[in-house]
């Protein structure tokens, strides 16, 4: 696996697997990285000739308040895994690299960003646009690929895809979760023990909405009330949102029809931890 940190390197090698007509997948990431990661790279692996993975934690899609400097950097064990998996190339670039002195053009995306965690994450979004765009630009993949956990980040970028006209596909890829139902995220790191055990309320509320539903359930009010009371029964977890939207607008639904999403956000402690499940009527 080639290893590059700058932006000038990346471009000569792309260029170089480019002319000998590979075709490049992109999976962009934030490290620490776990089975719901190397779901995407195995995806980009079958589709593409030529795989790349970028490990850059993002700090323009961090608040203030959030947890940029704690994040997990897992960066040895990564690359164990990343080589295991034939990625061809890791692009590891610093924040200078990607934001240097002067820095001052932001991607922002000014509707799906409205609902969900752009609530709650003020700026998120933004961040995400614009150094997702940055990794475009540099990759110039066919493929790049997206995990579903982020369902409001994947359907932002799809359409920042469309807007701004940029030339790939974009690809996602199921959540992984682990054996006991709660999906992979390099934020499980933070769990305790006990911790973990309660953040298995978010999975299991989503089953019961699901099995609710299946049994006829239309009222979205009535099954955000059921997902609610099931998670605060595990105390010291704290919802930020439980809500339903439709899955092309993310516009919250009153009644069930056509293709949705059930998406939850809650903290345990200073950990925030998401979920979804899309679903028909
Ligand atoms: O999903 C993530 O890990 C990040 O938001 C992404 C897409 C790598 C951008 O920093």
Redesign the pocket.
């Known amino acids: 696996m080639i290893v590059t940190k700058t932006i000038s390197e990346t471009r000569r090698i792309i260029n170089e697997a480019k002319k000998k007509g590979k075709k490049i997948g992109l999976v962009?990431?934030?490290g620490a990285l776990h089975d719901g990661h190397l779901s995407l790279v195995r995806q980009a692996k079958k589709d593409c000739d030529f795989v790349v993975v970028?490990i850059?934690v993002?700090p323009t899609?961090f608040g203030p308040d959030e947890d940029y400097k704690k994040y997990p950097r897992t960066l040895t064990d990564d690359k164990l895994l990343l080589g295991r998996g034939k990625v061809d190339l890791l692009f590891l670039p610093t924040a200078e690299e990607m934001y240097p002195q002067r820095f001052s053009t932001y991607v922002t995306e000014g509707n799906l960003s409205q609902f969900l965690c752009g609530k709650s994450r003020p700026g998120h979004f933004r961040g995400?646009c614009t150094?997702?765009t940055k990794l475009f630009n540099i990759i110039t993949p066919g493929i790049a690929y997206?995990?579903q956990k982020?369902y409001q980040?994947v359907e932002i970028v799809k359409k920042m895809v469309k807007d701004l006209n940029f030339s790939l596909k974009i690809k996602t890829v199921p959540i992984a979760r682990e054996e006991n139902g709660l999906a992979m995220s390099s934020r499980n790191k933070y769990l305790n023990s006990s911790e973990r055990k309660k953040a298995l309320a978010i999975s299991q509320s989503l089953s019961l909405a699901k099995q609710l539903i299946r049994k006829g359930e239309r009222n979205c009010k009535i099954i955000k009330n059921k997902i609610k009371n099931h998670i605060r029964s595990k105390k010291s977890v704290k919802i930020d949102y439980v809500e339903v939207v439709d899955a092309k607008t993310l516009e919250p639904k009153t009644k069930l029809s056509d293709r949705f999403v059930i998406a939850i956000a809650v903290y345990l402690g200073k950990t925030r931890l998401i979920d979804n499940i899309i679903l028909e009527a």
């Open positions: 962009p990431t934030m970028s850059f993002n899609q995400v150094v997702v997206f995990g982020d980040q």
